[in-house]
């Protein structure tokens, strides 16, 4: 059973621009969410994903978007990058059975730094 | 609002020696808290959660936790440190809304165990 993969595991990219961050969920769980980790903070909800429909957000701009696939996979882009946008990002899913508990399994992340 | 807090930046404690980190809560209605760690470079990884029954709750890598309703707190124990315990340690509380199985956690707590 393979556990939260993330890519890249670093980027840098400059103002303006946009990113694209994947995830792959562990087997059987078919909820993914998003979350912004800054630097000496702790991490902040972006979005949950379930059956490919964005299904909760927390306070971030639209620029700030996702997708799921029919594999339960993950995206997350972000538009116009700002330098606040520095911050590790991790992807969490969550199986059926513990969906109710709110229990994460979380990746390593993904390092953005914007320049 | 539902939120967490962590009072203590960091803890340091000597190797053998008891562990306390603390977290207390503010939510409406029953919460569900759990404690996650954080090792260098690495994601969160989930130590224990408290939903309902038991005030204390036991967890991964000897840790525990003792939900206090009156206080609304729950702090993180352990009986005796190991120095491979020093990390990151975050506190969370599940929001129950519209944003599905979103976590809010505390600003995270570092846990220093000196040999």
């Known amino acids: 059973e393979t556990g939260v993969t993330q890519s890249p595991t670093h980027l840098i990219k400059t103002r303006g621009q946009q990113v694209t961050l994947r995830c792959s969920s562990q087997?059987?769980?078919?909820?993914v969410s998003w979350y912004q980790q800054a630097l000496g903070q702790g991490p902040q909800f972006i979005f949950q994903?379930?059956?490919?429909?964005?299904?909760g957000r927390g306070n971030f701009p639209p620029r700030f978007s996702g997708l799921q696939f029919p594999n339960y996979s993950s995206e997350l882009n972000v538009n116009a990058l700002e330098l606040d946008d520095s911050a590790l990002y991790l992807c969490?899913?969550?199986?059926?059975?513990?969906?109710?508990?709110?229990?994460?399994?979380f990746g390593e992340g993904s390092r953005l730094t914007v320049l | 609002a539902q939120s967490v807090a962590q009072p203590e930046d960091q803890v340091n404690v000597a190797e053998g020696n008891p562990l306390t980190v603390k977290c207390t809560y503010s939510?409406?209605?029953?919460?569900?808290l759990f404690w996650y760690v954080q090792y260098p470079n690495r994601g969160l990884q989930f130590l224990l959660k408290?939903?309902?029954?038991?005030?204390l709750v036991k967890g991964s890598y000897g840790f525990e936790a003792e939900f206090n309703k009156s206080q609304t707190s729950f702090h993180l124990k352990k009986p005796s440190a190991l120095v491979s315990d020093s990390a990151l340690y975050f506190c969370?509380?599940?929001?129950?809304?519209?944003?599905?199985?979103?976590?809010?956690f505390g600003g995270g707590t570092r846990l220093m165990v000196k040999p």
């Open positions: 969490a899913s969550s199986s059926p059975r513990l969906a109710g508990t709110g229990e994460l399994f």
């Open positions: 087997s059987g769980h078919n909820t």
């Open positions: 994903y379930y059956r490919e429909e964005e299904n």
């Open positions: 939510v409406s209605g029953n919460p569900y």
């Open positions: 408290y939903i309902t029954g038991d005030n």
């Open positions: 969370a509380v599940r929001v129950f809304d519209n944003a599905g199985n979103m976590l809010t």
